[in-house]
């Protein structure tokens, strides 16, 4: 079993959508959760932290994270076609090592 | 802007050739790490390191082996090249006054042919 999971996509949704991404982690320990976007050709850059349990809001991005679930999801409010990228989620285990999932393709279809 | 550069930024090299790649950061981190993305595979931790001389395997270390001899630099070298090990590869930093976020350099496109 991969430590982060997450569906390879590709997620498609017209333009002003909800798109919801999802993930899982296999270390019950794990108290420190992000999600990244990357561009394709580019370097991930960091969109959200978490750390505790409940919802998150920054702007159209909102992050949900369950450790009873060991689930982290990502939604994104009224979906630009510029959010059409790779998103990345990461937990720090212990030792502070981050592991990454394989990400989640989004096409937001204007 | 996390202050991270690497180099080369792409690089070709022959099968059986060593290949070092390097990573520089001017913001004093503890924290280094190298990474290695394919596709199907993300991002997957080949070492890190948690200070100067001290480091350690990740996920992918066969055929890596790494060096810290200064807080700012972080030096990733293949030993021997394999056409496997064509990938690009991501220097990052954990930035312990941001929760502990990783912020990565622009990556190193290397082909083994």
């Known amino acids: 079993q991969k430590e982060v999971e997450q569906n390879s996509g590709p997620l498609s949704v017209p333009e002003g959508a909800i798109a919801s991404l999802n993930c899982t982690y296999s270390d019950r320990g794990s108290q420190s959760f992000f999600w990244y976007r990357q561009y394709s050709g580019k370097s991930p850059e960091l969109i959200m932290s978490i750390y505790s349990n409940g919802d998150k809001e920054d702007g159209r991005f909102t992050a949900q994270l369950n450790k009873a679930s060991q689930y982290v999801s990502l939604l994104i409010r009224d979906s630009q076609p510029s959010d059409s990228a790779t998103y990345l989620c990461?937990?720090?285990?212990?030792?502070?090592?981050?592991?990454f999932g394989a990400g989640t393709r989004l096409f937001v279809k204007a | 802007d996390a202050g991270i550069t690497q180099s080369p930024r792409h690089k070709v090299t022959e099968t059986g050739t060593p290949v070092t790649l390097r990573c520089h950061q001017t913001e004093n981190h503890r924290y280094m790490y190298w990474y290695r993305q394919d596709p199907g595979h993300g991002l997957r931790l080949i070492h890190y390191?948690?200070?100067?001389?001290?480091?350690d395997k990740g996920e992918v270390s066969d055929g890596y082996s790494v060096s810290r001899s200064k807080t700012e630099d972080f030096l990733l070298t293949l030993e021997s090249a394999t056409s496997s090990q064509t990938s690009v590869y991501f220097c990052a930093i954990r930035d312990g006054s941001s929760g502990n976020t990783i912020y990565f350099g622009e990556g190193s496109w290397l082909t083994v042919v």
């Open positions: 990461a937990v720090m285990t212990g030792g502070f090592k981050t592991i």
């Open positions: 390191s948690y200070g100067v001389k001290d480091t």
